[in-house]
């Protein structure tokens, strides 16, 4: 699989951390020390298909496709628009892929590398030739404002890339589920209602919608799979971990990722970092990040890369491409 094109987009509004200290009991030098992050960027009425429509006309441009000849699109988030249509089928339709079969995926944080996984096993199977692969997120909507542990960490987002068949480029993946630990990390619920279901009353709803999260257990979570993991792809690439030019790792605390530059013993110069300015933008993050870089020319002499990334679920995975 190679990767012909790459785009992102991210809402205008800035939120800073001390914007955030006037609607929370918080502060700027808690949130960058424990997290890294400094400001995030909010929909003010964009939905997750407006962000990932602006990210993949982007992608697709830069790879010199047209829309025309995207022949599927997959579309990782836990925010889409709405469950029907699905929101890929709602990017096809603002972006003219007329040609292209849609759906979406939900793997939370790990979404786009999973989504990413899907559309390399559609191509080596030959179904299909060009899929655009979009991670895009409206955390903003399942976010409690008034919840000072999770409101400073999430933001708004999105990143896609076109990928293409291409026997030249080794890929190989690894990823894993652990469904027991699912309410470590958990929201967005739509409880089952009918005429048969008392008591789901509009407070019980609201609760179960925002996201809830026992930060330190995703935290014990991702320090040790993530390095797991990326051990693990490199083993079945059959790649040493010091012949890896960059680390692309989901973007939720920057002490997450030094963790994991320390256990795997790489230099930390080697895992690029952007959690700063955006947050932790869930399926989004990595694509962000993927497509900073590539447009910033620091891929230009990249050519073995590992994406990795974790979340609810609980997912995690790594991914070996070569560029
Ligand atoms: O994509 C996957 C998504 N999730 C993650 O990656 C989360 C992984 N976990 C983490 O990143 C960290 O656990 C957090 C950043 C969420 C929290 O950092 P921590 O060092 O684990 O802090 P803590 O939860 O142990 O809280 C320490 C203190 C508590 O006060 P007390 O009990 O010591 O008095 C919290 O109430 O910090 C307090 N606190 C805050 N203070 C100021 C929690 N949130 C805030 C806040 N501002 N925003």
């Given at each position: ?179 027991v630990k699912g309410p470590v990390l958990a ?25 809830k999260?026992d930060?330190?257990e ?106």
């Amino acid at each position: 699989m190679k990767i012909l094109g790459s785009g992102h987009y991210v809402p205008h509004t800035k939120v800073t951390n001390d914007d955030l200290a006037k609607i929370v009991d918080t502060n700027d030098e808690w949130i960058s020390s424990r997290t890294g992050i400094r400001s995030r960027h909010i929909s003010d009425g964009e939905e997750a298909s407006d962000l990932a429509a602006n990210a993949a006309m982007e992608a697709i441009k830069d790879s010199g496709l047209n829309a025309t000849d995207i022949d599927m699109i997959l579309l990782a988030t836990l925010t889409p628009d709405r469950m029907l249509p699905n929101c890929a089928c709602t990017v096809q339709k603002k972006i003219g892929a007329v040609n292209a079969t849609c759906f979406d995926i939900n793997a939370a944080c790990s979404g786009f590398l999973f989504a990413l996984n899907t559309a390399n096993a559609y191509l080596t199977a030959g179904m299909y030739k060009n899929i655009l692969v979009i991670g895009t997120e409206t955390l903003s909507k399942v976010t409690d404002w008034s919840d000072r542990s999770t409101c400073v960490l999430f933001g708004d987002g999105a990143g896609a890339v076109v990928v293409t068949a291409d026997d030249s480029k080794s890929f190989y993946a690894v990823t894993g589920a652990d469904g027991v630990k699912g309410p470590v990390l958990a929201g967005a619920s739509t409880p089952l209602r009918n005429m048969l279901i008392k008591g789901n009353d509009d407070e019980n709803l609201a609760d179960s919608y925002f996201m809830k999260m026992d930060g330190q257990e995703v935290f014990k979570f991702a320090v040790t799979k993530v390095p797991e993991c990326i051990g693990q792809v490199l083993e079945k690439a059959d790649v040493a971990v010091e012949d890896i030019d960059l680390f692309v790792l989901h973007q939720a605390n920057i002490r997450i990722i030094s963790s994991v530059s320390k256990r795997l013993g790489v230099d930390p110069e080697k895992f690029p970092v952007n959690l700063h300015k955006y947050g932790n933008t869930s399926a989004a993050s990595i694509p962000i990040l993927f497509d900073e870089l590539r447009k910033s020319g620091a891929l230009d002499n990249a050519h073995k890369i590992v994406l990795s990334g974790f979340g609810g679920g609980l997912t995690w995975g790594a991914s070996y491409i070569e560029l």
